[in-house]
């Protein structure tokens, strides 16, 4: 199985503040890499598929890059209603596999 | 409007077995492979299982194989999760979601549901 580790855990940042997830596969993924945003008690919310394409109606402040194992997910300009969960999952091979998740919060 | 309803949900014994449904509306089934996501209290996401646009290709996590069954009816837009001898650390939300197939096969899961609770007590 292919083990994704996503890095911080946690950070801590303010309104307006760039900030930078990275996500690192076991093994080479190429661009099979999705990022998802998830708010306390609610569904996750797709973000980038494939690494680096952002999902129709996601703010253009959220962008992804990489390719094989190491991947980073960047919030240009940290806004009020993004301090909350965020996970990367790799749809390279079953079974599918996500990262523990990085909790963002307000500093 | 596109959407996916999860239902089923419940309290259970361990052992149990439980049927968790997921009806999609607003787009067209039988065109979407579908997954099942589960996430335990407090902790991450959990992929669990896949099943292919007919029903013929299913992929699951190992920790239930051979527990849990995916099923799709395509005539009625539904997807199925059977969980039987059911564990405390099956204990979650599961999201139905639907999966996006492009032609360069770069999946990803963009519609889900709001989930449906299994909680596994005695």
């Known amino acids: 199985d292919i083990q994704m580790t996503q890095s911080p855990s946690s950070l801590s940042a303010s309104v307006g503040d760039r900030v930078t997830i990275t996500c690192r596969a076991s093994q080479s993924i190429s661009t099979y890499l999705n990022w998802y945003q998830q708010k306390p008690g609610k569904a996750p919310n797709l973000l980038i598929h494939?690494?680096?394409s952002l999902q129709s109606g996601v703010p253009s402040r959220f962008s992804g890059s990489g390719s094989g194992t190491d991947f980073t997910l960047t919030i240009s300009s940290l806004q009020p209603e993004d301090f909350v969960s965020y996970y990367c999952?790799?749809?390279?091979?079953?079974?599918?596999?996500f990262g523990q998740g990085t909790k963002v919060e307000i500093k | 409007e596109v959407q996916v309803v999860e239902s089923g949900g419940n309290l259970v014994q361990p052992g149990g077995s439980l049927r968790l449904s997921c009806v999609a509306s607003g787009f067209i089934f039988s065109n979407n492979w579908m997954s099942w996501v589960r996430q335990a209290p407090g902790k991450g996401l959990e992929w669990v299982a896949n099943i292919r646009r007919d029903g013929n290709e299913i992929y699951y996590v190992d920790s239930v194989k051979g527990r849990f069954t995916i099923s799709r009816d395509n005539a009625k837009n539904s997807l199925y999760l059977q969980m039987n001898s059911l564990r405390a650390e099956d204990a979650a939300v599961y999201y139905c979601a639907r999966v996006v197939e492009p032609s360069d096969y770069h999946y990803y899961m963009d519609v889900w549901g709001k989930g449906t609770t299994v909680t596994v007590s005695s």
């Open positions: 999952q790799q749809s390279h091979s079953a079974p599918w596999t």
């Open positions: 494939a690494a680096s």
